[in-house]
């Protein structure tokens, strides 16, 4: 028995259709995937940030007096949002944080050193080793402050950044934009979420 080619003129004829037909399955197949791909996006990687800054001068009350940083302007909010006062930024889901500042502290008006304390406050209470000291030298010497901390949130909390400082005219300083540069916020604060 001999065997042979076999050449259906079915299969010629209607090969136009067997195209369209597995194009359509192919692109249906892409979907699935492309709705997988977001699906997992959505569910691993986490989007939730907040950007906050003060656009003014902030002076602590009294020396050695545990004092807010406050932000009176919010640049973007998804998941994270300022509350009242205006120093608590609230997160609204649960996961872990990236906690980034800046601030800007001028020694404004005698020749002596002064220190300031920074830190970062838990719905109310200190968190354990957050704090950090800046030694400010002398009159109109300004220090630029800038670091991060990370944690984790367990949803409807709060956090505050917090000062104290032994000279009560060490300030955070903000200056108005000029022709030369823009505006000089005293305070940053971003809030990323980096993990569920």
């Given at each position: ?54 656009t ?27 509350g ?6 609230y ?16 020694r ?23 704090a ?27 956090i ?7 000279t009560?005219?060490?300030?955070l ?6 022709a ?17």
């Amino acid at each position: 028995m001999a065997f042979t080619r076999n050449i259906s003129p079915y299969k010629r004829t209607n090969q136009p259709a067997f195209e369209e037909s597995y194009k359509y399955w192919l692109e249906e197949e892409l979907k699935k995937i492309e709705r997988s791909v977001e699906t997992m996006q959505e569910t691993y990687n986490p989007s939730y940030l907040g950007s906050f800054k003060h656009t003014v001068n902030q002076i602590a009350p009294a020396i050695d007096t545990p004092t807010p940083v406050l932000f009176n302007t919010i640049e973007y909010e998804l998941g994270v949002h300022r509350g009242t006062p205006t120093s608590r930024i609230y997160f609204e889901h649960a996961g872990y944080y990236n906690l980034e500042f800046s601030l800007q502290v001028l020694r404004a008006g005698s020749a002596s050193a002064s220190d300031l304390h920074i830190w970062v406050n838990y719905n109310g209470s200190p968190v354990p080793n957050s704090a950090t000291k800046v030694h400010v030298k002398g009159n109109n010497d300004l220090e630029f402050v800038s670091w991060n901390f990370t944690g984790r949130s367990f949803g409807n909390d709060y956090i505050e950044l917090m000062w104290a400082t032994t000279t009560i005219d060490t300030i955070l300083t903000a200056e108005a934009a000029t022709a030369i540069y823009p505006a000089m916020p005293s305070a940053r604060m971003t809030l990323t979420q980096i993990a569920i």
